[in-house]
């Protein structure tokens, strides 16, 4: 149980682009996800975490309007990286909690690329 | 944007061995603690949880300690395979704080060598 689906798992695409991704809880409902952004040999940095039919709570530091979240149902939350630049490439991980005193659970990443 | 020249902690041991990876973690008031493990290209993975009631959980060859009074971590593998080797990441939070944010720390890279 407690399986999160992320899609797409690597995208190229070119600078300015906008690029759209996914995340999906196949087996449970979570009213919030969260959002991450990880470099090569670094930690997980948490960019905002994801209500559902709320707005989302980003991260000091993690510009709104450049990654847009919306979490319209309770098992799908998506991420919207406006007008990428390389500097965005990165690999970007979700994550959804089933209850609120239960761990989270994540989903597979998205490898980034932006030329 | 990326960092040049950072290195996770690395861990290397022979198959069979036992393992035991180190936390420190930063929050007083955290009390949940997660250890997951993370394999090259993939999202992390739950392995095991422990909460500030208790001092010592055991899973399927997974045992976490939690030492409240110097806040450390610590997970032990026994009898280490290779299918272990993978990125570990000990997490914490507080329970009934801002959606139970998770803070991440460093990561410690085991490698198993058969």
């Known amino acids: 149980g407690a399986v999160v689906s992320q899609h797409p798992s690597w995208v190229i695409c070119k600078s300015g682009t906008s690029v759209k991704i996914e995340c999906r809880s196949l087996?449970?409902?979570?009213?919030?996800m969260f959002w991450y952004r990880q470099f090569p040999k670094q930690s997980l940095m948490l960019m905002a975490t994801s209500n559902e039919g709320s707005k989302a709570t980003y991260e000091q530091g993690v510009e709104k309007d450049k990654f847009l979240i919306n979490h319209a149902s309770l098992t799908l939350s998506t991420l919207t990286v406006t007008s990428a630049h390389p500097e965005d490439s990165s690999f970007y991980i979700c994550?959804?909690?089933?209850?609120?005193?239960?761990?989270?659970?994540f989903g597979d990443g998205t490898r980034l690329s932006i030329l | 944007g990326e960092s040049v020249g950072l290195h996770l902690p690395t861990l290397s041991v022979q198959e069979g061995d036992n393992s035991i990876i180190n936390c420190a973690y930063s929050n007083s008031a955290s009390d949940y603690f997660i250890w997951y493990k993370q394999e090259s290209g993939k999202g992390p993975q739950f392995i095991i949880d422990i909460r500030s009631n208790m001092d010592k959980r055991q899973g399927q060859r997974v045992t976490v300690l939690l030492n409240k009074t110097v806040k450390h971590l610590s997970l032990q593998i026994a009898a280490t395979q290779p299918g272990d080797s993978a990125v570990y990441f000990c997490a914490d939070t507080r329970l009934g704080g801002s959606n139970y944010k998770l803070t991440f720390g460093k990561g410690t890279l085991l490698t198993v060598n058969p």
């Open positions: 994550s959804a909690r089933p209850r609120l005193n239960q761990p989270q659970h």
């Open positions: 087996d449970f409902q979570a009213t919030t």
